[in-house]
Nanobody, 126 residues
Framework: QLQLVESGEGLVQPGGSLRLSCAASGFTLDSYTIGWFRQAPGKEREGVSCISRSGDNTNYADSVKGRFTISRDNAKNTVYLQMTSLSPEDTAVYYC???????????????????WGQGTQVTVSS
């Protein structure tokens, strides 16, 4: 059974950092483009970042550029989202997702993604 599991949830102060993990079971992550998305209360789910199967093509939403970094460790079958300089506006449930895309393709368009994790809560507050 193909499954994605996010971890790393937490409560952090503004300006703090947090790393989220997305672990796969039932398939190998390097066969899929992986994206991170987030959904705040009352808002639509938005794309945050993605990484291609090749690992060398990444994209970021403008709101997180320069603060978030996506990476993948194929040996651990895990994708990470390192988040720094967090602000209350980053508070949301964060989801990782997998998409069957060409090797160098990476998109944060959510309808391209086939498999989703259950989400993990990130709260930024003083």
């Amino acid at each position: 059974q193909l499954q994605l599991v996010e971890s790393g949830e937490g409560l952090v102060q503004p300006g703090g950092s947090l790393r989220l993990s997305c672990a796969a079971s039932g398939f190998t992550l390097d066969s899929y483009t992986i994206g991170w998305f987030r959904q705040a209360p009352g808002k639509e789910r938005e794309g945050v970042s993605c990484i291609s199967r090749s690992g060398d093509n990444t994209n970021y939403a403008d709101s997180v550029k320069g603060r978030f970094t996506i990476s993948r460790d194929n040996a651990k079958n895990t994708v990470y989202l390192q988040m720094t300089s967090l602000s209350p506006e980053d508070t949301a449930v964060y989801y990782c997702a997998a998409a069957r895309r060409p090797y160098y393709s990476c998109s944060v368009f959510r309808y391209e993604y086939d498999y989703w994790g259950q989400g993990t809560q990130v709260t930024v507050s003083s």
